[in-house]
């Protein structure tokens, strides 16, 4: 059989996203933030998009007609006064003696014009950005920086200080030893340390530490506390995050008293002294479905309407662009606008649907959940949700990602509501993993001083009173992903005099 080249014509079926396809199931997973800025990015690139907001339209006029007012009152006003040289001949005095401000002007009227016309500008402009005037949060870095500037002069202590300040973590402890910054800059290792102890006195007390202990014993110093003692329980802190109290006392030699006041202090000192100028802003979550009760007792589900982004075409400047071009780039431009514009307010409308269709089976499916509380969370998963509204996982699990769900008992992410199962052992439905981490937490929270429980005791607990087939070690599982202490260490707390 020879080879060689040849043409065939083979007809087959292939499932190919486009660009347009693949930027729709980008914004299934936005959250309202992110798709806000992409929004106003394509309000700038494109010409044909513009936004529907017509109560910030009227906020805006409102504003501009209540500065007009004003300026305009204030000008009737001065009016009414006169000129500055016909008030001070009223008073029978020179003019520079009543109006000192006013010299070289012709009447007061004159810099209330200026204020006028400053009004007119301010109305022709579209507002003045109020995030531009906020005043911006002092870093750590500049904080330090500013300290380090009055205490040095030594050039080669400065950049040592420098490089010192931009290895701290967000606590404030340095995360690099000095022999790995005296190798950096090619000096000597005690010329950093050296630099370090003086950084030690920097406000705040605490940063370029090491470790816990160190930013303790720097502030304890700064207070004139760091006596051998001190020193010796900050060896040990170990103990005290085990609530071990009785080996501490026997490893550092000191009374109930003694530690106790000791533990007093610590109280007082702040282990994380860079948090102080954590300049991240907060976001707040806002809610992207609200569910509330109606009053025949079945769930009013709806969308925030204020975070959605509105938007529309303007036909009448796509007529009137489109008859005057004449060059065929810009005739495909406006085409491809006009797509783009046609295809963003389609997968918005899209987007808003499949929300509200995916959290329309969520409560349908939690509804124990909306009516009595974490109790009656059931397993669910991202195929069991797919099914019923007839979309692929994928769809559900982007369209869950960075959206919250508001209802009466509290805001929650809607990935909240997908919990594994665990199997029952008397032949009941299968228990949501979440409702037994509430009832972990609610037995642990309800146990005596005298009954702490163990890890068994709970997962027989549960195994008796739910019906649930756990094992010890999802037991400790589930309590260390809540925080909560072992029983060994809750007994300790429970009995402790400290």
């Known amino acids: 059989m020879g080879l060689g080249p040849r043409l065939e014509i083979r007809q087959s079926q292939s499932l190919t996203l486009t660009p347009q396809l693949m930027q729709s199931i980008k914004l299934l997973q936005l959250g309202h933030l992110e798709l806000t800025a992409f929004v106003n990015e394509e309000l700038e690139r494109n010409p044909l998009i513009e936004r529907d907001d017509e109560q910030r339209a009227q906020d805006n006029d409102k504003a501009k007609e209540d500065i007009s007012d004003n300026a305009e009152e204030n000008h009737s006003l001065t009016d009414t006064l006169g000129s500055a040289e016909q008030i001070a001949d009223s008073f029978d005095t ?19 014009n200026n204020y006028k016309s400053a009004g007119e500008v301010f109305n022709n402009s579209q507002g003045a950005d109020i995030d531009s005037y906020t005043a911006s949060k002092i870093t750590l870095s ?27 973590d967000e606590r404030g402890y340095l995360d690099i030893t000095c022999e790995e910054i005296a190798t950096l800059l090619n000096v000597e290792e005690h010329e950093v340390i050296s630099v370090l102890k003086e950084l030690h006195s920097c406000e705040p007390l605490g940063v370029f530490a090491r470790d816990l202990p160190e930013c303790l014993a720097i502030q304890l110093k700064e207070r004139d506390r760091l006596d051998p003692l001190m020193m010796k329980l900050l060896d040990n802190l170990h103990f005290i ?12 030699g000191a009374s109930k008293e003694d530690i106790s006041d000791m ?19 907060m976001q707040a979550i806002i809610a992207d479905i609200f569910v509330r009760k109606s009053n025949d007792g079945s769930w009013l589900i709806e969308l925030n309407s204020e975070i959605l982004p509105r938007i529309l075409i303007n036909q009448n400047y796509y007529a009137l662009v489109s008859k005057k071009l004449r060059d065929k780039q810009e005739k495909i431009f406006l085409s491809d606008c006009m797509q783009t514009a046609n295809w963003l307010t389609k997968s918005l409308d899209q987007r808003a649907q499949t929300i509200l269709k995916v959290a329309t089976e969520i409560v349908r499916f939690q509804n124990g959940f909306f009516h009595h509380g974490v109790s009656k969370l059931k397993p669910m998963t991202l195929k069991m949700v797919a099914d019923e509204i007839e979309m692929h996982e994928s769809t559900v699990s982007r369209v869950t990602a960075n959206k919250y769900i508001s209802c009466e008992r509290g805001l929650f992410e809607m990935k909240y509501f997908f919990t594994s199962a665990l199997a029952s052992n008397i032949g009941q439905a299968e228990h949501s993993a979440e409702a037994v981490r509430y009832s972990i937490k609610n037995l642990i929270k309800e146990e005596s001083d005298k009954a702490i429980l163990s890890d068994d005791k709970i997962g027989q607990m549960l195994q008796e009173e739910l019906g649930v087939d756990i094992a010890r070690r999802t037991v400790a599982k589930y309590r260390e992903s809540m925080n909560i202490p072992s029983s060994i260490i809750r007994r300790r707390q429970k009995k402790s005099l400290y």
């Open 263 to 281: 533990l007093s202090e610590l109280r007082e000192l702040d282990p994380k002294p860079a948090l102080a100028f954590d300049g991240a802003p």
């Open 94 to 112: 020179d003019t520079e003696n009543l109006f000192p401000e006013q010299v070289g002007q012709d009447s007061i009227s004159q810099s209330t």
């Open 142 to 168: 500049d904080h330090l920086l500013e300290q380090i500037s009055l205490m040095f002069s030594d050039q080669l202590k400065l950049i040592i200080s420098h490089q010192l300040v931009n290895n701290l």
């Open 241 to 252: 995050a085990k609530h071990d109290f009785l080996t501490l006392e026997r490893e550092i």
